[in-house]
């Protein structure tokens, strides 16, 4: 069984219709086999619940936090989706992750390295469409794929 | 929460498990925890989501995401 972990933006392409990567993720998540496995974490859950209540993100679209809840909920009702919580050494995971840009004040970087120590805690395949994550992830040895 | 159990398993299942966690950068644990999750875990049922849940017409705000994650919103 293959895992795959999509980020938090390939969440808010799949739940709104007009984003403009919803038709590739409704591609990619459509085209997996019924063995798939796709899975939320805490920071991704919390983050498709910010951005869908956020009106600087959906505009006329703002949902209501019991709205963006319903959401959240329709999504783990598909047997495809699964919440994964953090191990008890998600910390030497994440740190690994970040361990390349120690040296750097990479603020960015501590969200998405946290998205790659949690696939990679999980065995699972991050998806997003940020290239330059695309490129880290393959320059330190981390399974990441592009929906599509 | 998680619960702390002590089981023997032999010595070579868990060097395999030790380098199957090595080769794939995960854990002993997350292994296991799949494993058992997959043989003895409840079957999910439920609907498939078949498109997007909010499909409104309304504009987007000036800060949906284009490529890269917004962790300045999610974390403000």
């Known amino acids: 069984m293959t895992l795959f972990f999509p980020d938090i933006n390939v969440w808010l392409a799949l739940s709104v219709s007009s984003h403009v990567h919803s038709r590739d993720a409704w591609t990619w998540l459509e085209a997996l086999s019924p063995r798939a496995r796709v899975i939320l974490s805490r920071y991704t859950q919390l983050g498709l619940l910010r951005l869908l209540t956020n009106q600087a993100v959906m505009g006329e679209q703002v949902l209501t936090i019991r709205k963006a809840w319903i959401v959240y909920e329709r999504w783990l009702k598909d047997p495809r989706i699964e919440f994964e919580a953090e191990s008890g050494n998600f910390d030497t995971t994440f740190r690994e992750a970040m361990a390349p840009l120690d040296s750097k004040p990479a603020s960015k970087w501590v969200g998405d390295c946290y998205l790659l120590a949690h696939a990679r805690e999980n065995n699972a395949v991050l998806v997003t469409c940020d290239r330059a994550l695309l490129e880290y992830a393959d320059r330190h040895g981390y399974r990441a794929v592009a929906p599509a | ?76």
């Open chain 2, 1 to 76: 929460m998680a619960v702390r159990t002590t089981v023997d398993i032999p010595k070579s299942v868990h060097d395999n498990l030790r380098r199957r966690a090595t080769r794939s950068g995960t854990s002993i644990r997350a292994l296991i925890i799949r494993a058992i999750e997959l043989t003895y875990g409840e079957s999910k049922s439920g609907d498939y989501v078949r498109g997007p849940l909010v499909t409104g017409s309304g504009k987007l705000g000036p800060r949906m995401p284009v490529d890269e994650n917004p962790h300045d919103l999610v974390l403000s």
